[in-house]
């Protein structure tokens, strides 16, 4: 069968021809239909959005007929694998991004091979392109033997490592390691593997084991959590050589791992921030605005997936066909051309990486096609791509712990080191920014101000940790003074919204969010209306203000009660909704900018810290004891369960929907693995909850947060 957009192109032809002969234009725009199988918060949801979006600005797509199209997208939780095959077909996509992991998309191979679409996934597993017999299946990034092969090549041909030891903390990492013995054997190095126990590591032992040895270098695999803590084991007991983690940026691993140990841990992977190359210095800064973070390596895949459909679904023949004979296609990853790898295969990128001082992964080499390149240098700070260009160049790196404090009532921003450039904005007092740079004197410092780059004067704000780790920032020109005969006219109000809370909204209840509004223009705004559409369920609440004088700050209450599933969530907050203030253009622009993150969630039973000796608990309140502390372990007891939750680093960001409690068959976990691990439960009397000890010395007491949901 031909794939959809095929079919879509044919009809929008014969629309085209139709519309014509009856005398209607046909310079209308149709409309096709992407789809993402991601969390709403999702990397590939994002870089599919920027994606879209940038296209569409560009004018959208042009057809060989001349057919004009832009591209909306349609997304879905991989939550139910079934309902999101569903919505997919029921949406008409065009071509389908995600879904991101191995399990999902080789469980669910049918449904997805039954779209009869483009299927474009950021999964690296071996076998997934192999039990495609549709050639519907492709992957927008590089497998996981290309990752490991650079690595390999990297540790061989570069460090001129010869003897590796590897610790391997969990199962799931088998097929890698054996992927890794396997490039690193034609390059005639010794490799060894620990196997460590997943639920009794002995992380003393094996540390011991690895001093004795003869390694040069030590590669971990496992989950961040139980990596952290091997790492940590490992250098305290002496070893002093270079080590391999390729999640050393989790937050999970570096906020275990002391700051000074994480510098020149090396990684591999297929893409980072760092890339020093136009095309990806550019998505960094378009996504950081978009989206207020650095975008991962699955996030730029997707980006390109999006890319390369766009191309695809323009000719003629079908998009899988086109797909696959795109030819130096050039991406944010790096040159992609599907013509000459195996069909299905979209990247052969990949890049090798170590941490620096602030934490940040620098990229060192770089490949393609399993060929080192020569753009694999880190990168300290964005230079512009063009000679001429004046804009303000732009960190790609984020020092960790260096902060300031703005001290008077109202702080200019600007967008150069001097009083010679633009004011674009102001800051209240105690409003607290991370630096991103500095000026070589480190008399101007760079923060990221609603989207762009602003400069503040160092001497006039408090700041806070090590400036040192800090990039060193090129200005932009200097301004050409312009003639002042006569006074500027007054600046127009200016209002933005500064911040919103509470981080969580409970489901099914009635919940307040407060808005705090700023007026950073110089004169005064009249009325002006607040509002937002609160997922899930899309309900909408606004609230009118009387107004707001210059430099002042009002908090406005918007009420809503949600219904649905629960998860992280965000959506913009809109200020002056109708358009009643004259805000000038720059003031018109930052109204609709301002994203509200919060997580929704069911009501909780209970919640809050206990602290108990050895003995047990009772944390739901309905009369069996659920947990029992040994002084060394924490036991479930009765019909109670636990299983760690490796992919979150705090409770915080746990919700109901998270918990599956049919994992929960751990009765017992040691002490080894308790500490600030986040742990999914089910209490003897059923009901699900989560914890996370923030204390259990041996042999003492151990405290812990929880939270038990209805």
């Known amino acids: 069968m031909a794939d959809f957009s095929v079919v879509l192109l044919r009809l929008a032809l014969f629309l085209a021809l139709y519309f014509t002969s009856f005398g209607v234009p046909t310079s209308a725009q149709y409309t096709l239909r992407l789809g993402v199988i991601d969390a709403a918060d999702g990397s590939m949801l994002k870089g599919v959005l920027l994606a879209a979006r940038q296209i569409n600005d560009a004018g959208g797509l042009k057809a060989a007929d001349g057919a004009s199209f832009s591209l909306t997208v349609v997304d879905t939780p991989p939550d139910n694998m079934e309902i999101a095959s569903a919505n997919m077909r029921q949406a008409s996509v065009i071509a389908v991004i995600g879904p991101e992991t191995d399990a999902l998309v080789v469980s669910h191979m049918s449904q997805l091979q039954a779209l009869d679409v483009p299927i474009l996934t950021p999964a690296t597993g071996e076998t997934i392109l192999l039990q495609d017999n549709t050639n519907r299946i492709f992957r927008s990034r590089a497998r996981t033997s290309v990752r490991t092969s650079a690595l390999a090549d990297y540790l061989a041909n570069t460090l001129g490592i010869r003897t590796i030891r590897t610790v391997q903390l969990d199962r799931a990492s088998t097929a890698t390691l054996i992927t890794l013995a396997n490039s690193l054997s034609t390059l005639g190095i010794r490799l060894s593997n620990t196997l460590v126990d997943e639920i009794n590591p002995d992380l003393e032992a094996i540390a011991r084991d690895i001093v004795e040895s003869d390694a040069d270098l030590v590669a971990i695999y496992g989950p961040p959590l139980v990596s952290a803590r091997a790492y940590n084991h490992i250098r305290a007991a002496g070893f002093k050589d270079a080590v391999v983690y390729d999640q050393a940026d989790d937050p999970a691993f570096s906020e275990i791992v002391p700051a000074d140990d994480l510098v020149g841990i090396i990684g591999a992977d297929t893409w980072s921030p760092s890339l020093r190359e136009a095309l990806s210095e550019a998505f960094v800064l378009d996504f950081a605005r978009a989206f207020g973070q650095l975008p991962d390596a699955i996030a730029a895949a997707s980006y390109d997936a999006t890319q390369a459909v766009a191309s695809a679904i323009i000719g003629s023949g079908s998009a899988s066909e086109n797909l696959a004979a795109l030819q130096r296609f050039q991406g944010v990853q790096g040159e992609l051309n599907p013509v000459e790898l195996i069909r299905g295969e979209l990247s052969s990128n990949a890049v090798v990486t170590r941490l620096n001082e602030s934490g940040t992964p ?69 409003t607290q920014a991370r630096v991103l740079g500095a000026t070589p ?251 996370q000890p923030t204390n259990a010395p041996r042999d003492g007491t151990i405290t812990f947060e929880y939270r038990i949901y209805r």
């Open 362 to 430: 620098n990229v060192v080499a770089r490949y393609r096609g399993g060929r080192q390149v020569s753009e694999g240098l880190p990168l300290v700070a964005r230079v512009s791509p063009t000679p001429v260009s004046t804009a303000t160049p732009a960190p790609t790196q984020t020092p960790a712990g260096y902060t300031l404090i703005i001290q008077s009532p109202v702080q200019n921003v600007r967008n150069g080191p001097g009083l010679q450039f633009e004011v674009i904005g102001q800051l209240p007092r105690e």
């Open 441 to 691: 004197d480190y008399s101007w410092l760079v923060i990221d101000f609603r989207g762009q780059w602003g400069w503040l004067a160092s001497y006039l704000v408090d700041t806070f940790g090590n400036r040192n780790l800090l990039p060193v920032i090129q200005p932009p020109a200097t301004p050409t003074p312009v003639p002042t005969s006569t006074a500027a006219p007054p600046r127009d109000p200016d209002l933005v919204v500064l911040h919103a809370h509470p981080p969580r909204i409970i489901l099914d209840q009635p919940t307040t969010v407060s808005v705090t509004v700023l007026n950073q223009g110089l004169t005064a705004a009249g009325p002006f209306a607040v509002a937002a559409s609160f997922q899930p369920g899309g309900r909408y609440a606004g609230v009118n203000s009387a107004g707001l004088e210059a430099g002042g700050q009002t908090t406005v209450q918007l009420s809503a009660t949600l219904s649905g599933a629960t998860g992280p969530q965000s959506v913009i907050i809109v200020v002056d909704l109708n358009e009643q203030v004259a805000e000038g253009v720059a003031g018109e622009s930052n109204n609709r900018v301002y994203a509200y993150n919060y997580i929704a969630d069911r009501a909780f039973l209970a919640s809050g810290t206990s602290t108990i000796g050895v003995g047990s608990v009772d944390l739901d309140g309905y009369g069996k004891s659920d947990f029992a502390w040994t002084g060394t372990d924490l036991i479930a007891l009765d019909s109670a369960g636990m299983y760690l939750m490796n992919s979150f680093s705090t409770i915080d960001n746990v919700h109901y929907d998270d918990i599956d409690t049919s994992l929960a068959n751990l009765k017992s976990l040691n002490i080894d693995l308790l500490t600030n691990s986040t742990i999914g439960m089910r209490t003897a009397d059923g009901h699900h909850g989560v914890m």
